[in-house]
Every structure is written in structure tokens, then in C-alpha cells.
């Protein structure tokens, strides 16, 4: 049987490469698609993942006409790709070609997401998908092919059956393993879904009183930093980021999918942006292992309390959270796999 997995991002590599390795051990051909984003190509290259790229070059362009033909290309792309390989099921995770194409080709859209305020993005590809899979601290009702399932994204590889920490990053990137260090995360704010939306007033700042503190500050950077904040970016293979995560003392960032990341894996995690989502107001509320700040002080707040967590550290408090939370959740690879294969089936 055939299954096409369409990616979008860096982040939906690590959400499908375990589901693609199961499904290629049970004997189904699986077909890799992916947006031409330098990062995802190497994260597929990284975990030896034969891929397709779609599109010619970014999608999203400050002039809506380009970015408006470079979607066009992409989709054309994908739906040539899905006629190629006739498969019985396409998934992704908000892949608007993919469920288009599941409307024109005889097959089956199986689409993940977790982000509502994805809002234009979702009104082109919740009509036209077959099941529509969401966590279930989802905050909209999507409707009748909506499907709950209790776990996070994240879940998907940072499960402990699916992550195992390697302490030799620390040493790739200079920290001692007595060393205490906060990851420190800022995004570009460049993606269709992010607009009108900010994090942090001032990087310079934040790293200024982190180093206050006596703590390391590493910093991982979409966009270009500051000249004066370039001696903290670090340079690590990317499929090796999660293990600093795992040993950080504290994330602190703009990136939602790290602060969740870092969330599962029991470290405190800190979300600046005017952005709210779901799953990261559940880690908050329902297991403490976040911290979300979207007002107008919102650095400030974070700060304070990013401060107040460094100077409390309590390991096992983190650790009996974290444990909390997945006794709770599942697997969210194995949901995967189990709702593709009964399709299949």
C-alpha cells in the first residue's frame, strides 16, 4: 500500500520519521514531500529519509502576488506528485495541496494540526480533508470529521520511548556538564499564520539579565541577531537540538513547538508572544511545566518569573510535572500509525 506524507516545516520531520520508519517496516511504500526549506531537507537527510521537494524556493513573500504563485507552484507540485503515485492515504500536518488533492484523486486524507490561529490556512483545508486529527486540548470545534486524541505533537518523538538524551552535546556546544544554561529561542515572525503576532521588546535585554543570574545563555535564531548577541548563537547539527533541550535548566523563547518541546521532556519552559494555542495553555494550567505571556508586558512578566524559576531550581519538581503529564498522554506515533493503517486496512 501506498502513503504519501506531505512536510511543511522542520518540526513535522521529527512529528512523521518514526510513523515513516514503522510504516516502511510493515512493508508500505511511503513517499516523502516536502516545502523546499533548508532545514527540513536536512533534518530528512540527517535521518536517511528519501524526499521529494515541491515548490521553487520560500513560499511566503512581503508581496502577496509572489506569494500567492510560489503557493500555486507548490501545490502543483504536490497534486502531480499524489497522480504519480496513486496512494491510498495522504497526511500531513495542515497540508492544504495534500487534502486538496485527496478531493480531486481517489485517497484519503488523514490531516494533523494544533494550531488554531492558523485561521486562513485551516478555512482551505479543513472542507476538503477526510478526518481532521486534534489534540484534545484543541480550542475549536472543528466539526464532524474532527478527531481527539490525547497527547501533544511532541509527543510523536520525544515520547520516553522514542528519545533517549545524549549528554555528548553538551560537549559540541561547550558546556561543562555542571554547567547550568538556558536556551534562549527567537523566530523570524515570517510565516503566513504569524502575522501581526510578536515576542520579546528587546533580545539584548533578556540575555543581559539571564547573565545576571550566572547561567549560560545559548541562543538558536531564525532571523539574523544583533552583533552583540552573535558570540551566543550556537552551531549544532539540528536533529541534536532536542537534547539540549532535555539538559537546559530552562527554554525561554518565542518558538511554540520548542516551548512544548521542552515541556514533554521536564524542562521548565517560558512562551513569549501575543500568540495563545491550546496545548501550551494545558502544559500551563492542567501540568505547570509552561509559563505563556502574551500581554504587553509580556517580557517583563517572563522575565520575573524565568528569574524566580532559576533561582527556585528544583529538578525533581520538574521531573514529578513531567511525569504527571504523561501518564496522561500517549504515544502519539503509535495514534498515527494506527490511524493510517486501519485505513489501509
Excluded at 520519521?17 to 511511503?30: A, C, F, P, S
Excluded at 516523502?32 to 521529494?52: C, F, G, M, Q, S
Excluded at 494545558?282 to 517580557?299: A, D, K, P, T
Aim: include cysteine; glycine fraction near 6%; charged fraction near 20%.
Amino acid at each position: 500500500m501506498d502513503v504519501i506524507v506531505g512536510l511543511g516545516h522542520p518540526a513535522h520531520v521529527h512529528f512523521y520519521r518514526n510513523t515513516i520508519d514503522e510504516l516502511q517496516t510493515r512493508g508500505h511504500k511511503v513517499h516523502v514531500i516536502t516545502k523546499e526549506r533548508p532545514l527540513a531537507i536536512d533534518l530528512l537527510n540527517a535521518y536517511n529519509i528519501k524526499h521529494d521537494v515541491a515548490g521553487r524556493g520560500r513560499i511566503q513573500h512581503e508581496n502577496p502576488l509572489k506569494t500567492g504563485l510560489s503557493f500555486f507552484s507548490f501545490e502543483c507540485d504536490v497534486i502531480s506528485t499524489v497522480r504519480q503515485y496513486s496512494p491510498e492515504v495522504v497526511t500531513g500536518i495542515g497540508n492544504i495541496p495534500l487534502a486538496h488533492a485527496s478531493s480531486i484523486f481517489d485517497c484519503t486524507s488523514l490531516i494533523f494540526t494544533d494550531t488554531e490561529h492558523a485561521t486562513f490556512a485551516n478555512s482551505i483545508t479543513f472542507p476538503f480533508s477526510d478526518y481532521i486529527y486534534t489534540p484534545t486540548c484543541f480550542q475549536l470545534n472543528i466539526g464532524e470529521n474532527q478527531v481527539q486524541y490525547p497527547s501533544y505533537h511532541e509527543l510523536a518523538y520525544l515520547h520516553p520511548d522514542r528519545f533517549t538524551p545524549d549528554p555528548g552535546v553538551l560537549d559540541n556546544v561547550g558546556i561543562s556538564s555542571d554547567e547550568r544554561f538556558v536556551l534562549f529561542r527567537t523566530v523570524a515572525w515570517n510565516a503566513i499564520h504569524d502575522a501581526g503576532d510578536s515576542g520579546f521588546d528587546s533580545i539584548i535585554e533578556v540575555v543581559e539579565e539571564i547573565e545576571d543570574q550566572g547561567v549560560r545563555v545559548l541562543i538558536t535564531a531564525e532571523d539574523n541577531l544583533p552583533e552583540s548577541l552573535k558570540k551566543y548563537q550556537i552551531s549544532t547539527d539540528p536533529h541534536q537540538v532536542h537534547n539540549l533541550q532535555y539538559y537546559a535548566d530552562l527554554f525561554l523563547g518565542e518558538s511554540a513547538t520548542m516551548a512544548a518541546e521542552s515541556a514533554v521532556l521536564g524542562t521548565p519552559s517560558i512562551f513569549v508572544s501575543t500568540v495563545t494555542l491550546g496545548y501550551l495553555e494545558e502544559l500551563e494550567h492542567e501540568y505547570g511545566l509552561v509559563s505563556n505571556f502574551s500581554g504587553e508586558r509580556r517580557q517583563i512578566n517572563a522575565m520575573n518569573t524565568a528569574i524566580s524559576i532559576l533561582q527556585n531550581y528544583d529538578q525533581e519538581l520538574w521531573d514529578e510535572r513531567r511525569q504527571s503529564m504523561l501518564g496522561d498522554k500517549i504515544d502519539t506515533t503509535d495514534f498515527i500509525v494506527n490511524r493510517i493503517t486501519r485505513t489501509l486496512d
